[in-house]
């Protein structure tokens, strides 16, 4: 087992708040000390008021890139049938280096997925299909991605990193074993060696080393015996979401304890 640093994501969800209180989130938890920044790729708020305050994702992340100077950052995740292949290489790359420092590497993670919130397909005219539809051109998108990447003048600062979100074992599992840098996982402890099997699977029939990927799994709600368990199990990249309008950082800080003290 590939052992990695225990690194924190935070996701600000871009709902419920003015674009000033998340700029303040935002420059907080770079200064806190957390490792990744994520946003999410939606048009409307998944929690609370349905239609309340709301912020593209991708516009965001180039305030992000301007505004952090450490922190990795991207989506969890983008949306990919709300725009084409070619154009998010291209937006990537731009990110890439609007975020690069004086040593001229960049920390704009892709993240990605293959789409589910049915009323921002529905309100921004994209068809919805079925999920294995929208896993298929998930699938046929991340070659055009990678392939524009080597095509782009300049090309990006580094490897960008890919992650990607979801458990099923058919089709996600395979496209991550033939994509991905990072797995995001939702599972259980209990679930995820099965998982990581059936991963390992797919690795092998492509030619991959499993240990090349990272495993992410979100805390949510759980307390530091499941970050325990999930670390002991792989895990490394630990994911807790917080929400407009206030955006408390109780559990960040709770959180970021707990990642100095296993590291």
Same mark, same amino acid.
Request: charged share 25%; glycine share 10%; net charge negative.
């Given at each position: 087992?590939?052992? #990695?640093?225990?690194?924190?994501?935070? =996701?600000?969800?871009?709902?419920?708040? *003015?674009?000033?209180?998340? @700029?303040? *989130?935002?420059?907080?938890?770079? =200064?806190?000390?957390?490792?990744?920044?994520?946003?999410?790729?939606? /048009?409307?708020?998944?929690?609370? %008021?349905?239609?309340?305050?709301?912020?593209?994702?991708?516009?965001?992340?180039?305030?992000?890139?301007?505004?952090?100077?450490?922190?990795?950052?991207?989506?969890?995740?983008?949306?990919?049938?709300?725009?084409?292949? %070619?154009? =998010?290489?291209?937006?990537? #790359?731009?990110?890439?280096? &609007?975020?690069?420092?004086?040593?001229?590497?960049? @920390? /704009?993670?892709?993240?990605?997925?293959?789409?589910?919130?049915? #009323? %921002?397909?529905?309100?921004?005219?994209?068809? /919805?299909? *079925?999920?294995?539809?929208?896993?298929?051109?998930?699938?046929?998108?991340?070659?055009?991605?990678?392939? #524009?990447?080597?095509?782009?003048?300049?090309?990006?600062?580094?490897?960008?990193?890919?992650? &990607?979100?979801?458990?099923?074992?058919?089709?996600?599992?395979? &496209?991550?074993?033939?994509?991905?840098?990072?797995?995001?996982?939702?599972?259980?402890?209990?679930?995820?060696?099965?998982?990581?099997?059936?991963?390992?699977?797919?690795?092998?029939?492509?030619?991959?080393?499993?240990?090349?990927?990272?495993?992410? *799994?979100?805390?949510?709600?759980?307390?530091?015996?499941?970050?325990?368990?999930?670390?002991?199990?792989?895990?490394?990249?630990?994911?807790?979401?917080?929400?407009?309008?206030?955006?408390?950082?109780?559990?960040?800080?709770?959180?970021?304890?707990?990642?100095?003290?296993?590291?």
């Amino acid at each position: 087992m590939t052992i #990695r640093p225990v690194r924190l994501g935070v =996701q600000v969800q871009p709902q419920q708040a *003015t674009y000033p209180k998340i @700029r303040e *989130t935002v420059l907080e938890l770079e =200064q806190l000390g957390v490792d990744v920044l994520f946003n999410w790729d939606h /048009f409307f708020p998944l929690y609370g %008021d349905p239609d309340g305050a709301h912020f593209e994702a991708w516009t965001e992340l180039g305030s992000w890139a301007e505004l952090t100077s450490r922190v990795e950052f991207g989506t969890l995740v983008n949306c990919n049938s709300y725009r084409n292949a %070619d154009l =998010q290489a291209d937006m990537a #790359r731009t990110l890439d280096h &609007i975020s690069a420092g004086e040593d001229g590497v960049g @920390r /704009f993670i892709f993240g990605t997925g293959s789409g589910w919130f049915e #009323r %921002d397909y529905d309100e921004y005219g994209y068809e /919805f299909g *079925t999920a294995g539809q929208r896993l298929d051109a998930l699938a046929n998108a991340l070659p055009k991605i990678e392939a #524009r990447w080597a095509k782009l003048n300049p090309a990006p600062t580094r490897k960008i990193p890919v992650l &990607i979100g979801g458990g099923g074992e058919k089709k996600t599992l395979r &496209i991550v074993a033939q994509h991905a840098d990072i797995w995001h996982s939702f599972v259980e402890p209990e679930v995820l060696t099965h998982k990581l099997g059936v991963l390992g699977e797919h690795c092998d029939a492509v030619g991959r080393d499993i240990a090349e990927i990272e495993i992410s *799994t979100e805390l949510g709600k759980r307390d530091e015996s499941y970050a325990d368990e999930m670390h002991g199990l792989g895990a490394s990249l630990f994911t807790v979401g917080i929400g407009g309008p206030d955006y408390d950082l109780t559990d960040v800080k709770r959180w970021l304890k707990w990642r100095d003290a296993i590291s």
